[in-house]
């Protein structure tokens, strides 16, 4: 009989073991040496003896032996060896396992047959014991080496791919050596599974099994759980499942197994599905959930703070709980009670775990209820707990955990976990966490609300209206479906029977029938018949349920109005979904809150234009032709400006894309030419414009229908809807370039037209400037010759207005005739004809820019065409080397410089000229710089100077010269008019200005910057968008007046607020953040300002936070520290201390900080400056390192030294001030006693000290010894005494008369001081000599 097997901690110490004791090896072969004939000559021994001989040989030392020295090298076999080897020896351990059940059927050796010899069961007893332990050591034997060879090969790293390519080598040769390690793999591993589902207490008796069998299976099946690749066959998965899950359940090895599973799970990440996958299925083989109830309550012992050090394990205990909650519940729902303590921990993952777990509990365990009342009841309470729960973690302080918890409430909603007792109050919490400060936290919310309206148990619309209707309906049904009370009832028995109505009213059933509701909505004037009472309360419950809830979404548009502003762009993205999602349930107030997304269209990140076009798509693009064009007319009509433009924008772009059908533009044309019945003029004109948007992309589209847009745009129904004029001529304007032609070549009518609308007066004053303003721009864009065109309109206009034919009675017309003059016209159409001659100026200015851009253009395709010419001919022509000899000598002018010269004389010509005789529009010019000059008039006549000044600027935008000599007028009034609609027009006109002729404006910088001081929020609005415009756009530098445009940033008015911080915010993002270099000098600039600390310390807050370089942040340390030295008052340095306070310090920015400690050490003394410095003491306490601590007590130490230094000092300095005040005051007041006493006793002083007694020169004396004394007396008679709250008072006490040794003491000092000086003469004439 061999002796037992002992499994060692390793393979090599099987040689090490030779006590006699257990099986060890005696003599290993050295596999290396051999040679592969003699290798193979070796396995195939070993392969012949377990095969031909007992599956008990594998216990004989020669066996044994050999066996253990081709484990031990197994990884240097070759892979017909390493097949032979584990084929064998797997396929003995699968003909030993049946054999074991065969031991349950032996005789029974203790009671042997009466008729047997005596000898028989003597020699029975060691044959049934010698083959129960040969079954234990072969099984042993077996599973040890398999599992080795196991652990072998996955280490080695040798993969699948690998195999399966020497597999088909060997394949070729001998089909039976196919080497495929993952199927042996898995074959063993099952193998191994099954010989431990076997009766095992056959081999190790009745007691527990061997525990070094269970613990060597248990290390290597672990070990095999680190390997991720490994894992990723479900097969060997599978059966590392079934080997852990029979030791741990029914060889009751469960500490040890969860101790090795929170190993995985801490250090693996890629192992938790798999471990809660192995632990819910030994639940689910056995019947006995003893794994996942210890590691829940392993998990839910250990201490939270533990988690906190930990986050990644953490994170990884959460993720299987929430996979074993998944695939357990029923489980997991009896034993998370010892989870629930966590939620108060300080680790946010756990929470969130946890979070996770009561989801899938409440969506999994407690799906089904069944079971007794009492059974039922308990559960139903424990659901409502877990909801509550998770209402309650809504608010949690992580917004981690907020954000979690919000999905998995999206989460129930879809599978319909959430009753309608809940849905109100998760609505309510779901609409407050819009207004979170975490954008994570919004998305969810955002995420929340879709979920539950998709999801809503109330029917597809929510409309208030038609929820109130159907609800008062219902009401009166139930009321008269209640029993009638009778009057010999006592008052007692009503109140009783009122409860029980409220009561029955208020517990309705979760499962009520919402379905019907859809039916009243669209069919008010019939109620269906419901069914009894009780169905009837609970309807009219849910319809109050749904009341609610459609009120709760209702009142969310503003603060999703608000989103649609927000910087994140999630925020936005899910903003627009939930308000789509609104519309499509027809929430009250959707509609307008959706519009407000168009202007959402400029945004320059790509993914919101995407999300705003698809929701356009999806809500105003439909199927029917007819639909769309209605629903696009709605939403023009009803439109703003802005709105238009971005409307315009998502038409064209769909137009482009063919988003918007054929049939939809024939609808619209059908529309505008009231085709259609019931169509109004102001529909045909909305129709129209967004014909324009369209043709913005599709020009083609307007061409078929012109002679309708000339007929109705211009005709009768002109006067009806006043704007259809304008609208008519954006419509002649964006014809393309055929039909223009088209238009020019056999139409003059539309000229005419164009001429009679801009010289007559038939429409609205309002009106008439838009519509002008359309019909010039169409007169040069349509006719041949605009200038000509133009000037005859002016002539008209000339004519019309100031009665006279010839220019020359215009210019004759002397001062003193001017005013007169000028108030016989009428004011408005002096303001009709000012703003016709500005705007042909100026339409002018840009048809010779476009003329001398094509002339470019030409002359580009030109010099193309001729390179191309020269490339064929295979040279260059004697012209072009003429050219370019005279190019490089500098003889000849290039095209460009007459180009050039060409334009600037014409754009001269428009305005001033060059010539001696002046055009229309330069006779005109001095007229309205006169015209703006005369206060008289302009204060008469306010809309007058309106265009006025929009004509003067139009006109200076066009001549240099003109804006020269009008510059000052135009500051003059821009800062002094009465209307701020002058002040904000002037405003707006010195931004194009500034563009036009920057070194004009230059000079006037400040004067532009004054107007953010405007009390108007008009012009303050419009000088912020000026300003930024021109700062952002490289227009204008940044100089020391851009304090005025920081203090925008509290403006009274929230919008100017707004446009301040967007300016900042985008100047942040040019260069190198420019906000850095600017913001001391900011500083000095706004301590000098008046105002107040909130809104300084607002103002900084916001400009610093714009910085995050960490190298800026550590040279701002150095720089506000410097601006200490030149602070004078306690103000500034209270301002720089806060800067300092706001700023994000790191080791090199603190070490600053110390190092410029004499700049800042003055202005300790101050209390807020020292809390300021506190501040950031303790800012560098939270963040700082472990090595810099001590560092950073030292600098608190020596700050509190210096405070309480200065704080001494300036006490001292305080009561020196007073003493000295009180000391002059003394010596006046004797003066005056002396010189009285001089003028009343001839030749004695009076002494104060003594009463009014006076001294003669003879017993004191000489008279200035005398008066010296007395002073001296005087002075040291005053005593000083500091009262409790700091201030000094003199004592009440004094000394009478005078003593000898204060007179000798005044002596010797007037002696000392004749010395001094004596000294001091010697010194300097030795020093001059």
Request: include cysteine; glycine fraction near 6%.
């Amino acid at each position: 009989m061999a002796p037992p097997f002992v499994f060692p901690s390793d393979l090599k110490d099987l040689e090490d073991s030779g006590d006699g004791l257990s099986l060890s090896v005696e003599c290993s072969v050295d596999v290396s040496s051999l040679r592969s004939s003699q290798l193979e000559e070796l396995v195939k021994g070993v392969a012949f003896d377990l095969s031909d001989r007992e599956i008990f040989c594998i216990e004989e030392q020669d066996v044994f032996d050999r066996v253990y020295s081709l484990v031990r090298h197994f990884a240097n076999l070759p892979t017909s060896s390493k097949f032979n080897l584990v084929e064998t020896l797997r396929s003995n351990l699968s003909v030993l396992l049946p054999s074991v059940d065969s031991l349950s059927r032996a005789p029974n050796s203790s009671s042997p047959s009466p008729t047997s010899s005596p000898g028989t069961a003597a020699d029975q007893v060691p044959d049934i014991t010698t083959r129960i332990a040969s079954h234990r050591n072969a099984l042993k034997i077996y599973t040890f080496f398999l599992l080795t060879i196991a652990r072998t090969e996955e280490l080695s790293g040798s993969d699948s791919g690998a195999s399966s390519k020497v597999g088909m080598q060997g394949r070729k040769k001998n089909p039976t050596c196919t080497w495929n390690w993952q199927a042996q793999r898995v074959r063993i591993i099952n193998l191994i599974a099954n010989s431990l589902e076997i009766n095992l207490s056959l081999l190790f008796g009745s007691s527990d099994i061997d525990e070094n069998y269970l613990s060597f299976i248990s290390k290597c099946t672990f070990s095999l759980y680190e390997i991720q690749a490994l894992l990723k066959d479900a097969d060997t998965r599978e059966g590392l499942a079934r080997i852990i899950g029979t030791i741990s359940t029914k060889y009751r090895r469960t500490a040890e197994s969860c101790a090795s599973i929170l190993h995985l799970i801490y250090k693996f990440d890629y192992t938790v599905p798999h471990l809660a996958e192995l632990v819910a299925a030994a639940e689910k083989k056995f019947g006995d959930g003893c794994v996942a109830i210890s590691l829940v309550r392993e998990i839910g012992r250990t201490d939270s703070k533990e988690y906190v050090r930990d986050g990644a394990g953490a994170e990884n205990i959460g993720r299987f709980l929430v996979e074993l909650a998944d695939k357990s519940p029923k489980l997991m729902s009896t034993n998370v009670g010892v989870l629930v303590p966590h939620f108060g921990g300080e680790s946010y993952k756990i929470r969130n775990a946890l979070v996770g777990v009561l989801g899938k509990l409440v969506c999994k365990a407690y799906k089904d209820v069944e079971g007794e009342v009492s059974s039922k009841c308990l559960q139903l309470r424990a659901k409502q707990a877990m909801l509550e729960i998770l209402l309650e973690r809504c608010r949690d302080v992580s917004a981690y955990s907020r954000s979690r918890v919000l999905q998995v409430w999206a989460e129930l909603c879809e599978v319909h976990a959430v009753s309608i007792g809940l849905w109100n109050e998760l609505a309510v919490v779901a609409s407050g966490r819009l207004e979170d400060k975490s954008a994570m936290v919004r998305k969810s919310a955002l995420i929340l609300l879709v979920t539950m309206l998709q999801h809503n148990p109330f029917g597809p619309q929510l409309r208030v209206a038609a929820f109130e209707a159907t609800l008062e309906k219902f009401k009166d049904k139930l009321q008269s479906m209640e029993p009638p009370v009778t009057s010999d009832i006592n008052l007692e028995d009503d109140n009783q029977e009122d409860g029980v109505v409220a009561e029955q009213g208020e517990s309705v059933s979760d499962s009520c029938l919402t379905s019907t509701e859809e039916q009243h909505q669209d069919n008010d004037a019939i109620i269906p018949e419901i069914g009894n009472l009780e169905q009837t309360r609970a309807l009219v419950a849910s319809l109050e349920a749904g009341l609610r809830f459609s009120r709760c979404i209702t009142s969310l548009m503003p603060t999703l109005v608000q989103l649609l502003a927000s910087s994140s762009i999630t925020d936005v993205e899910n903003t627009i979904l939930l308000l789509m999602r609104c519309r499509q349930f027809q929430i009250d107030g959707s509609d307008a809150s959706l519009r407000r997304m168009l202007p959402l269209v400029f945004s320059q990140d790509k993914s919101i234009y995407e999300a705003v076009e698809n929701t356009f798509t999806t809500i105003y693009i439909g199927k029917n032709p007819m639909e769309t064009a209605r629903n696009l007319l709605n939403l023009a009509m009803d439109s703003s400006i802005g709105d238009l433009g971005a409307l315009e924008i998502l038409i064209s772009s769909l137009m482009s894309k063919g988003e918007i059908s054929n049939g939809t533009i024939s609808a619209l044309w059908d529309i505008f030419s009231f085709n259609v019945n019931g169509v109004a003029a102001a529909q045909s004109r909305g129709s129209l414009s967004i014909l324009c948007m369209a043709a913005k992309s599709t020009p083609a589209i307007l061409g078929s229908h012109l002679q309708d847009i000339i007929d109705i745009g211009f005709g009768r129904w002109a006067k009806e809807e006043t704007l259809l004029a304008r609208t008519a001529c954006i419509a002649l304007e964006r014809l393309s370039e055929e039909d223009k032609d088209k238009l020019r070549t056999t139409s003059n009518k539309v000229f005419g037209i164009l001429h009679n609308l801009i010289t007559g007066f038939w429409l609205p004053e309002n009106i008439w400037y838009a519509t002008v303003d359309k019909a010039i721009r169409t007169i040069y864009a349509l006719h041949p010759q605009p200038e000509a065109f133009a000037a005859d309109i002016v002539k008209k206009f000339v004519s019309a207005i100031f009665s006279c034919r010839e220019r020359d009675e215009v210019t004759d017309n002397s001062s003193n005739e001017f005013h007169n003059f000028m108030f016989t016209v009428p004011a408005a159409k002096l303001g009709r004809f000012l703003f016709v001659i500005s705007h042909i100026a100026l339409s002018q200015l840009v048809y010779i820019e476009a003329c001398v851009q094509n002339i470019r253009k030409q002359k580009l395709k030109k010099e193309k065409l001729k390179i191309e010419t020269e490339t064929v001919n295979g040279g260059l022509t004697k012209e072009t080397e003429i050219q370019g000899i005279n190019a490089e000598l500098g003889l000849g002018v290039s095209e460009d410089a007459i180009i050039d010269s060409l334009s600037e004389r014409a754009e001269k010509e428009i305005v001033s000229g060059g010539s001696i005789e002046k055009n229309l529009i330069g006779y005109c010019a001095p007229f309205l710089s006169k015209l703006c000059r005369n206060l008289n008039l302009i204060q008469k006549f306010p809309e007058l100077q309106a265009s006025a000044m929009l004509a003067l600027c139009r006109l200076m935008i066009v001549d240099s010269d003109f804006c020269e000599s009008n510059l000052q007028l135009l500051f003059t009034v821009v800062e002094s008019a009465s209307t701020e609609t002058v002040r904000s027009n002037c405003t707006v006109a010195l931004g194009d200005l500034a563009v036009r002729f920057p070194n004009l404006l230059e000079p006037w910088t400040e004067n532009m910057y004054a107007r953010l001081r405007d009390p108007s929020v008009s012009v303050r609005k419009n000088a912020v968008l000026v300003l930024s415009h021109l700062i952002l756009n490289d227009m204008m530098k940044v100089k020391g007046y851009i304090y005025e445009m920081t203090m925008r940033i509290e403006d009274e008015d929230e919008r100017i607020a707004s446009l301040a911080k967007l300016f900042f915010n985008e100047l942040s993002k040019k260069g190198s953040n420019p906000i850095y270099n600017l913001l001391p000098d900011i500083l000095s600039s706004l301590s000098n300002q008046n105002i107040s600390e909130d809104a300084f310390n607002n103002i900084m807050q916001f400009l610093i936070n714009s910085i995050k370089k960490d190298k800026q942040m550590e040279a701002l340390v150095e720089k506000l520290c410097n601006r200490f030295s030149g602070a004078t008052d306690n103000r500034q340095w209270k301002h720089i201390a806060y800067c300092l306070s706001q700023l994000t310090f790191s080791e090199k920015g603190l070490k600053k900080l110390i190092e410029s400690f004499k700049a800042y050490e003055h202005a300790l003394c101050d209390e807020s400056v020292m809390d300021h410095f506190r501040s950031i003491i303790n800012k560098c306490k939270k963040f700082g390192k472990a090595e810099i601590k001590s560092y950073i007590d030292e600098f608190e130490e020596k700050l509190n030294k210096i405070h309480t230094y200065r704080k001494e000092q300036e006490a001292t300095a305080r009561n020196a001030q007073v003493h000295q005040q009180n000391y002059g005051s003394l010596e006046d007041f004797l003066i005056r006693e002396n010189t009285s006493g001089k003028a009343t006793n001839e030749g004695g002083v009076i002494n104060p000290s003594l009463g009014g007694k006076s001294i003669s020169s003879g017993e004191g004396g000489s008279l200035e010894t005398n008066d010296a004394t007395s002073k001296e007396s005087c002075v040291s008679s005053i005593a000083n005494e500091c009262e409790t709250d700091g201030t000094e008072v003199q004592s009440s006490k004094t000394k009478r008369g005078v003593s000898k040794y204060q007179t000798r003491r005044v002596r010797v000092s007037a002696s000392l001081n004749q010395i001094d000086s004596g000294t001091k003469q010697r010194r300097t004439r030795s020093t001059r000599r």
